[in-house]
């Protein structure tokens, strides 16, 4: 399992149109092959954390690499790699 997590830093007046936004993009991941899930996390300061789960790191850079992604970044494809700061990504074993 590949996991990609994003934090956008978000101001209070925007977070629930950003969480909307998210809402409404995830079911078009789906038909992506790979992608197994998103999450959204919310922390007290605003901060959302988007954790996208992958079968392999090439499922991800499928959809990364597609205009759907850039559509649902606001048209622009730098969206991930303009911020590399804000993306950590991890191999992850589900154990249980």
């Keep these: 399992m590949y996991i990609a997590m994003n934090k956008v830093a978000v101001p209070a007046a925007h977070q629930q149109a950003v969480i909307e936004a998210f809402e409404r993009s995830a079911p078009e991941m789906k038909r992506f092959r790979g992608f197994l ?4 996390w919310t922390a007290e300061d605003n901060t959302l954390y988007a954790i996208s ?4 790191r090439e499922a991800m850079e499928e959809y990364t690499s597609n ?7 606001g048209g622009s494809g ?8 804000l993306v950590t990504h991890y191999n992850a074993k589900v154990v249980i």
Excluded at 78 to 85: F, G, L, W
């Design 78 to 85: 730098q969206a991930q790699t303009a911020r590399p700061d």
């Design 37 to 40: 899930g998103l999450e959204l």
């Design 53 to 56: 789960r992958w079968e392999s």
């Design 67 to 73: 205009s759907l992604f850039k559509d649902h970044h």
